[in-house]
């Protein structure tokens, strides 16, 4: 029953990875489109970056904790990845270069989302799996 728990707990938390991420698009999108001016947009942004790395780390030490290897060997790409926009500083738009980085922005957060979307369809498989198999221990 403790498997069903955890894979419900990582479930959630790629639900809120899931969220971050088209929060962004959305700004970003809201801005291509000049519904909202770019400070606003890229405060918004830059304030939900931090912690969009932060749960995906947790996300991959919690895959490690239970013992999951092969999803926290699929988050290693994702978490590198931010690891390497963090410490090379590129990870906050800046607002001065925003107009001339939107398409860029953008596909990357795209491909973010294709990822997320993917962990979060191998969870769910994982997560009725798991379910499944405990409902027969029960019989």
């Known amino acids: 029953m403790g498997d069903v728990w955890a894979w419900l707990l990582f479930f959630f938390i790629l639900i809120s990875l899931l969220v971050m991420v ?4 959305m700004c970003l999108s809201d801005l291509e489109f000049d519904y909202i001016n770019p400070y606003d947009s890229t405060s918004r942004i830059n304030g939900v ?29 994702y978490m590198y990845y931010n690891y390497r926009l963090y410490t090379r ?7 001065t270069e925003i107009f001339n980085l939107i398409n860029w922005e953008k596909k990357q957060r795209l491909f ?14 994982w997560l ?12």
């Open 128 to 139: 009725i799996y798991s379910a499944l198999e405990d409902d027969e221990e029960y019989l």
């Open 22 to 25: 088209v929060f962004q698009l």
């Open 89 to 95: 500083r590129q990870h906050l738009v800046d607002v």
């Open 49 to 77: 970056v931090l912690p969009e790395f932060i749960t995906q780390g947790v996300l991959c030490l919690l895959y490690l904790i239970t013992a999951h290897w092969v999803m926290s060997l699929l988050c290693v790409p």
């Open 112 to 125: 973010k989302l294709g990822y997320i979307i993917l962990l979060l369809f191998i969870s769910l498989f």
